[in-house]
């Protein structure tokens, strides 16, 4: 089945402990990109990445870090998470060959940071 | 990035037809509307998208008058499990520039029986 893969889907922390949440795609989708989602503010970028070695920053990028070594994963880094990071967070794909069926997204991690 | 504007919510019955429309008056020529369907704790899901006049699929219609500057998307006869938050996009399709989409703040439908 064609979808997106977030890790874990809670997770609860504490200020400063450096935690990554994994995504990956097995759709050969070149376009990733991270969200957060929060109450009257809807969805922000986080970054994005075009391919493989190539990312940048979004709307919301501090505090983040992402890497893209491979084409299926898209993983976010915080490395020093503090509480106005507690969010729910999306990974998104989409190829950038072909038709247009816009972004498949993962089933969201919810982060909590005390 | 054009600004869009949508109805923060909207209550509808089973069986009836919903309608919402998007206004986007600083749409740009190379811009396309995609709109996103977003249950509770799920990610959003692609539903449709265009450029001009209209565009139907299985899930619904979406209609865009000349001049661009609004869209309607229409789900026809829904259900209670279209009960969702509805959002309105308008940019450059990814694979053209490598733009990303902007959400807002979407429609809340809530579809009673």
């Known amino acids: 089945e064609a979808q997106v893969t977030q890790n874990p889907r809670y997770l609860i922390t504490v200020t400063g402990k450096k935690l990554t949440v994994t995504c990956s795609q097995n759709?050969?989708?070149?376009?990733m990109s991270w969200y957060r989602q929060d109450p009257g503010l809807g969805l922000r970028q986080i970054y994005y990445?075009?391919?493989?070695?190539?990312?940048d920053k979004g709307d919301v990028p501090e505090g983040y870090k992402v890497s893209r070594k491979e084409k299926r994963n898209f993983p976010l880094i915080l490395e020093s998470p503090s509480p106005n990071q507690t969010s729910l967070y999306f990974c998104?794909?989409?190829?950038?060959?072909?038709?247009?069926?816009?972004?498949?997204f993962g089933s969201g991690t919810r982060l909590t940071v005390v | 990035l054009a600004k869009t504007t949508q109805p923060i919510s909207m209550d509808s019955y089973e069986g009836q037809e919903v309608n919402i429309t998007c206004s986007h008056n600083n749409i740009a020529t190379n811009d396309y509307i995609t709109w996103y369907q977003q249950f509770p704790s799920q990610g959003p899901r692609f539903i449709i998208q265009g450029y001009k006049t209209k565009v139907t699929n299985e899930v619904a219609s979406l209609f865009i008058p000349a001049d661009r500057k609004s869209s309607t998307l229409s789900l026809p006869r829904v259900s209670l499990s279209d009960t969702a938050v509805y959002y309105c996009?308008?940019?450059?399709?990814?694979?053209?520039?490598?733009?990303?989409?902007?959400f807002g703040g979407g429609t809340r439908v809530l579809v009673k029986p």
């Open positions: 996009l308008v940019g450059v399709p990814i694979k053209a520039a490598g733009n990303k989409l902007t």
């Open positions: 998104a794909s989409t190829p950038l060959t072909g038709a247009d069926y816009g972004y498949t």
């Open positions: 759709m050969n989708h070149e376009y």
């Open positions: 990445s075009m391919n493989v070695e190539v990312t």
